[in-house]
């Protein structure tokens, strides 16, 4: 069975950096193109960036110069380095895999995700 495990979640003061991991257990290849998703109770779920098998990456504009998505192919590992956290970024982060070019999440669905706070 595979699964998506994120890890890495925490509480920084605005202004820090925490950096997300992804395992994708239970393949034995890497799937094609991988994201990070985010999801408040205010703001539901979005698109934070994503990244294809040979390192094609696309940001949603509010993370663009502060996020980087990047990814090990051997390891079937996501990570995303996440700096200069601002207080409207906090939210329950989730990878999954999605369709090329899309934010349209595919198998094997969403993991646990990982709780991201910032305190200002």
């Known amino acids: 069975q595979v699964q998506l495990v994120e890890s890495g979640g925490g509480s920084v003061q605005a202004g820090g950096s925490l950096r997300l991991s992804c395992v994708a257990s239970g393949y034995g290849s890497s799937y094609a193109v991988m994201g990070w998703f985010r999801q408040t109770p205010k703001k539901g779920r979005e698109g934070v960036a994503r990244?294809?098998?040979?390192?094609?990456?696309a940001y949603v504009d509010s993370v663009k110069g502060r996020f980087t998505i990047s990814r090990d192919n051997a390891e079937n590992t996501l990570y995303l380095q996440m700096n200069g956290l601002k207080p409207e970024d906090p939210a329950m982060y989730y990878c999954a895999v999605v369709l090329c070019g899309t934010w349209s999440v595919t198998y094997p669905g969403w993991g646990q995700g990982t709780q991201v706070t910032v305190s200002s």
């Open positions: 990244i294809s098998r040979n390192g094609i990456t």
